[in-house]
């Protein structure tokens, strides 16, 4: 199984300041074939369900706002929100799709400081 | 707009049976494979299983292996987890999620809003 590690737990930041979270996994999801990582990222606030923000590592679906952006490639990849705002708060999952079992990092709690 | 619905949650004895239900609308359910994924109270996501467009091809998390049966309706554009043996490490939100990409193993685009399922005596 791909084990996919989260850093931090937790951050605090201030509102129009960076966030940056990290995610890594025990082997690379970066498929050769099609040059592309196989790796998600969700929000997901209290009550509702996950949210997808970002896929293939670095692809912002629709709809989301381009403060967040995603980086990385093979194991180590990035999830920036370049301007925190009030409605970020949330807990933050990577997910890899690369194999099953799919599997998620254990999340980021975002916070404003 | 993808519409999915879970039902079917409850409180149900360790060792008993449940059966969850997702209906799905707003896109052509029989174009994609789905999925179930688990939220335990306070914790992280995982995965519990995936059903191919067709049905032909089911995969678990071992977990849940040999308990639970993933099966679709796509008649009735309908997902269904039948869990059996249940244990109290099975208590969660149990959501369905619907892949970005048809007929593939992908990340999740969008997400039911989830039914509670708690195993307690």
């Known amino acids: 199984d791909i084990v996919m590690t989260q850093s931090p737990d937790s951050l605090a930041v201030s509102l129009g300041e960076r966030a940056t979270i990290n995610c890594k996994s025990s082997?690379?999801?970066?498929?050769?074939?099609?040059?592309?990582?196989?790796l998600g990222w969700y929000q997901q606030k209290p009550g509702q369900p996950p949210k997808l923000l970002i896929y293939?590592?670095?692809t912002r679906e629709s709809g989301v706002p381009d403060r967040f952006s995603g980086s990385g490639s093979g194991t180590d990849f990035t999830l920036t929100i370049s301007s925190l705002q009030v409605e970020d708060v949330a807990v933050y999952y990577c997910?890899?799709?690369?194999?099953?079992?799919?599997?998620f990092g254990g999340g980021t709690k975002v916070e404003i400081k | 707009q993808a519409q999915l619905e879970e039902s079917g949650g409850g409180v149900v004895q360790p060792g008993r049976s449940l059966s969850l239900s997702c209906a799905a609308s707003?896109?052509?359910?029989?174009?994609?494979?789905m999925h179930w994924v688990r939220q335990a109270p306070g914790k992280g996501l995982e995965w519990v299983a995936f059903?191919?467009?067709?049905?032909?091809?089911?995969y678990y998390a071992d977990s849940v292996k040999g308990r639970f049966i993933i099966s679709r309706d796509n008649s009735k554009n309908t997902l269904h987890l039948q869990m059996n043996s249940l244990r109290a490490e099975d208590t969660a939100m149990y959501y369905c999620?619907?892949?970005?990409?048809?007929?593939?193993?992908?990340?999740?685009?969008?997400w039911g809003q989830g039914t509670l399922v708690t195993v307690s005596s």
């Open positions: 999620a619907k892949p970005g990409v048809p007929g593939a193993l992908t990340y999740f685009d969008f």
């Open positions: 293939w590592a670095s």
């Open positions: 707003g896109f052509t359910f029989s174009y994609y494979g």
């Open positions: 997910q890899q799709y690369y194999s099953t079992p799919l599997t």
């Open positions: 082997q690379s999801v970066l498929y050769s074939s099609n040059n592309k990582n196989y």
């Open positions: 059903i191919s467009y067709d049905g032909s091809t089911k």
